[in-house]
Every structure is written in C-alpha cells, then in structure tokens.
C-alpha cells in the first residue's frame, strides 16, 4: 500500500521576524485586538460536539490579570467516560482509513495554520499563555507546522519500512497498525506546539484520542481543535476535555482498553501516572506504550578557552525567554574563574536592558510568568537567595503580581555548587551561576553531571575542541540534546529530536520517527505463494 503514493520532502517552516510595519505584524496586532476585545466561551469537544456543562471557570492573561478573555466548562467523571466510548467508538473506521487519507488531513491542517490561522493561533498562545510575538511565532505556528508536516513524512517512511528478503516462493510484509484500544494524551501549558503534537502524533498512526491539556492553556487548545476540525479531523478521533487530573487518570488507567499515554509534564505527575498504570497492568488488553517528557535542569558549561559574547548570549536568551518557563531552559551555569569578571559586568548589562511586560507591547522581552502557584513558588525560590549568606543575587530579585505575574530576570551566584537553586527545577526566569576554580575544568564536569537527577538539556561553551570533545563523552548520559556554542534551548523539528532521559522522560525523541513508531504495533505477515503438500523433508530418504 505504500509504493503508489509520494510524500514530498518536508521542509522547515520559515520563522517570521515580526519587523515594524511589516504585514504579519499588522496581521498578529489585528488579531490580538479582536482577541481582547471579547469574551468566548470555550467548550469540550466529544465526538466532535461541542458540550458544555454551565460550570465555568474564567480565563484571564497572565500579564493582565483584570481582564477577561474567556472561559472554558468543566467537566467531571462522566464526560471522561463519553470521550473514551467515543474514541473507541471511531477507531473502527479511522484506523483502517488509507494512511494518505489521514496524511492529507494533517498536511491541511499544516497549511491552514502556515495562512489563515497564523495570526490567530499565535495571538491566542500570546495572550493565555503569556508568550511574546517571537517566542509565539516559534511555538504556536513554526514548530506544530513543522510537526505536522514532519510526522506525515516520517508515517510514510515507517510504512514503506518492508523487509528486504523474501525466500523463494514467499512474499513477507509488515502492517504498522494502530495499538489496541484508544489512547490518553496529557500536554503541558508552555508550548501549544506540544499540546497539539501529542494528541495528533498518535491520531497520525490510526489511533483514537483522549486528551487532557493543562487548564492554562485551554485558550489556544480551544484554537487548535477548530483548526483540526476545518482540516477535515473526523469526529471523535481527537476528544478534548477539561476534567480534574486524577479523576481522569483514575478512569483512564483502569479502563481495559487504556493502551498508550503520551504526556508532557511535571516529573512528579508523570511517576504516579506510571504506578497507577503498573499497578493495573493486569487489567489491559494489551501492555501500554508509555512516552513522557517531563522535567529539567538544563546546564550550561563554559571552558577557559569560551568567547566571552557566546556565553553571555548563550545565557541570557537560553534562560529568560519565555521567562524560563522552557523544560529546556538555562537554569544552572558554571563559570571558570579567568571569565568571570568580563561575563559577570556583560551578562548584568545585558539583563538590565530586558523591558518586562504584557505581550501585547513587541517591545517586552519578558512577559508574565503562567499563574499565581508558578508565581509563589519561583518568588520563594528568591527570597531564600536572599536570605542565604552562600547566595547573591546580581541583578534582579524583585516581582510583582498586581496587574500580572511579572518576575524580573534574576541572576543569583551560589558559593556552593550544591546550592539549592542549582539542584531544583525552578520553571522561571531565575539563573544560579557557580564561578569555579579555572584548571579545574576535570572536575567540573562532574558537578554538571551528578548535581541534578534530570537530564534534558545542556550546552558546552568553549573554543578548545578537546575541552568540546571531553564535555560531550563526559556529559553523555547528562542532557538527551546537546549543544555545543549554543544555548541549550531552541531544538528544531527535523534537525534536532527533543527529548532527555534520567528524570526527564523516556527519550523517545519528539519530531523523530522514533516517536511515532511507539504508537504503532507491527505485525508481520509471511505469505506462500506456492505451498508445500507434504511435510517430509528430503533429509528423511534413507538413500
């Protein structure tokens, strides 16, 4: 089924720059306008219906917390029950639709948010999610463009994917279907990238979907399934719901036909999900798949032998774009002693000029940080800086949630390399910097490797190729997407797989064929065009 049908190459989509005057700026202001100037009403989707239960909950953006933008219906037990019967009730027909028929519909889906819903999806991730134009540009239209157009090719190359030998007389195949049963999609608020691939990675390969988002970005969720909706997504192959988090996962992981979680997540959330599902394995038809991104406490290593200028912008973008709130973000950093001073005066310089503010002025970099729990916990984590003689904070160290959750860029140096804020996933625009001794680069490797349970992302910063080649045998098994003079944020699908390994997730590479292929199960069909008719073999003659 696989040699008739062409998938073009896909090719990354091009990262508008949002200049003054410019017609996606005009475009992206007009909606932010019409955005703002409503208040929408946000349903589930079952079934493809739109259902809403009268109990509502209130959306405002983050930066403006007086506001209204919308509000979106709660549901309960039940409705978590209606989204399984209807995803299993569409599996039937959607999972033995041609694969091209199911490209078709995502490849569309592409293109509509590459035009129409550009403007539109990016606004939305801006205003409930609190991203500034670049940081929404990347997200919420380039990287789910180029996940959806990327996994189509990748569905193509994993069908084509047949056996190369065949026996005389015998012809053997391979038939990538879906897994058994439907399966429970679980996506964060940072990246309406993610909320969308986790859901649709699995629709892709012929399974059917129960997906929960994070309340917190339920405004651009509710975009998201109107554009897979007008891309032709038929009805209760995708079913979205707003339920409380472990009444869902209570009902999902004791139903027989649970049969695959792909979440993005908190560590913690993601281990209990886990013992919930091992605890019920015996109750499922089949053993499900289970992929998980979940969190960090990305490093970035700077030699002797660094580029001052490489460094500071290494540190500045990889830890206070979207306020830190990345899994890949910038949060520890260790510095050797000969650089210190000339990184230290370039990098407080630099944070000093940020403009922190609403999203809705292009001129912010920083923007609000998600909800007022994300708030506390981050304003927690600097005032026990303060209030530690092992501590300084060199710039920033104030916020203020009156009118939003605004934090300020924060730079603390610890004495000690076991710090606190250098072992603990903050989520915010806070970075810990250890100044450590400069010969004793040896060592320092092994702080960065030993320090966190996590393993997501990391960056080696240094003009010496054999500290680059030390750093990255050394730093294998610390961070699943290494970058060398780079910050350790901005993976790009098709060019660099996401994903980190230890307490950070299963690894399966998001944006990789890799991924995809854990929410197929192969079945291997032998067929024998002549068959034998009698059992005995010429060993057996006596002769």
């Known amino acids: 089924m696989n040699g008739f049908f062409k998938i073009p190459n896909a090719i990354n989509e091009t990262v508008l720059d949002y200049a003054p005057n410019s017609k996606e700026?005009?475009?992206?202001?007009?909606?932010?306008?019409?955005?703002?100037?409503?208040?929408?009403?946000?349903?589930?989707?079952?079934?493809?219906q739109e259902v809403r239960t009268g109990n509502t909950q209130a959306i405002f953006p983050p930066h403006d917390l007086h506001h209204q933008i919308g509000s979106f219906h709660l549901g309960e037990a039940k409705h978590v029950h209606q989204a399984i019967d209807a995803a299993l009730a569409a599996k039937p027909a959607w999972e033995n639709m041609p694969w091209e028929q199911r490209a078709s519909i995502f490849l569309k889906a592409a293109e509509l948010l590459a035009g129409p819903y550009r403007a539109k999806m990016n606004a939305a991730t801006m205003l409930g999610q609190s991203k500034n134009a670049y940081q929404a540009e990347i997200d919420a239209a380039c990287e789910l463009i180029d996940f959806l157009r990327f996994n189509v090719q990748y569905m193509s190359e994993i069908y084509g994917d047949q056996p190369s030998a065949n026996s005389k007389g015998i012809w053997n195949r391979l038939e990538h279907r879906a897994l058994e049963g439907f399966t429970f999609a679980v996506t964060p608020f940072n990246f309406t990238a993610i909320a969308a691939n986790l859901p649709s990675s699995m629709a892709m390969m012929g399974?059917?979907?129960?997906?929960?988002?994070?309340?917190?970005?339920?405004?651009?969720?509710?975009?998201?399934?109107?554009?897979?909706?007008?891309?032709?997504?038929?009805?209760?192959v995708i079913n979205l719901i707003y339920t409380d988090g472990p009444e869902t996962g209570d009902i999902v992981?004791?139903?027989?036909?649970?049969?695959?979680?792909?979440?993005?997540?908190?560590?913690?959330?993601?281990?209990?999900?886990?013992?919930?599902?091992?605890a019920n394995i015996h109750k499922y038809k089949t053993y499900p798949r289970i992929v998980g991104e979940t969190g960090g406490k990305d490093?970035?290593?700077?030699?002797?032998?660094?580029?001052v200028d490489t460094a500071v912008t290494?540190?500045?973008?990889?830890?206070f774009e979207y306020q830190g709130q990345k899994c890949s973000a910038a949060s520890r950093a260790y510095i050797p002693s000969n650089l210190w001073s000339s990184i230290e005066q370039k990098l407080v310089a630099e944070v000093k000029t940020m403009k922190v503010g609403p999203t809705e002025d292009f001129r912010n970099f920083v923007n609000a940080v998600i909800d007022e729990r994300a708030f506390d916990k981050i304003a927690n984590y600097i005032e026990m800086a303060k209030s530690d003689p092992k501590a300084k904070i060199i710039c920033g160290g104030t916020y203020d949630k009156s009118k939003g959750y605004f934090i300020d860029p924060t730079v603390i140096v610890a004495e000690d390399p076991k710090f606190k804020t250098m072992c603990e996933e903050i989520f915010g625009p806070v970075l810990t910097l250890y100044v450590y001794p400069e010969n004793e680069f040896e060592k320092t490797l092994e702080l960065v490797n030993s320090t966190s349970e996590y393993a997501l992302t990391g960056a080696i910063?240094?003009?010496?190729?054999?500290?680059?080649?030390?750093?990255?045998?050394?730093?294998?098994?610390?961070?699943?997407?290494?970058?060398?003079n780079d910050k350790?944020?901005?993976?790009?699908?098709?060019q660099q797989p996401f994903g980190g390994s230890r307490a950070s997730?299963?690894?399966?590479?998001?944006?990789?064929?890799?991924?995809?292929l854990r929410w197929t199960s192969t079945r291997t069909i032998k067929e024998t065009l002549v068959p034998v008719k009698d059992y005995r073999y010429p060993f057996l003659s006596e002769e």
């Open 314 to 319: 290494a540190l500045a973008r990889g830890a």
């Open 488 to 494: 350790p944020t901005g993976a790009v699908v098709g």
């Open 207 to 236: 399974n059917v979907v129960v997906w929960k988002p994070a309340f917190t970005q339920i405004y651009s969720a509710n975009v998201i399934m109107a554009l897979f909706k007008e891309a032709g997504l038929p009805d209760g």
């Open 461 to 484: 910063i240094a003009q010496d190729r054999y500290a680059v080649t030390q750093a990255t045998e050394y730093l294998k098994h610390a961070a699943g997407n290494f970058y060398i």
């Open 505 to 516: 997730g299963t690894n399966d590479k998001a944006g990789s064929k890799a991924n995809l």
């Open 299 to 307: 490093f970035v290593l700077i030699h002797k032998s660094a580029d």
């Open 25 to 48: 700026k005009l475009a992206l202001k007009q909606a932010l306008t019409e955005a703002r100037s409503q208040v929408i009403d946000i349903p589930m989707f079952i079934n493809g």
């Open 253 to 278: 992981f004791n139903h027989p036909d649970f049969a695959g979680l792909h979440f993005t997540g908190s560590t913690g959330v993601f281990r209990t999900m886990w013992n919930h599902i091992g």
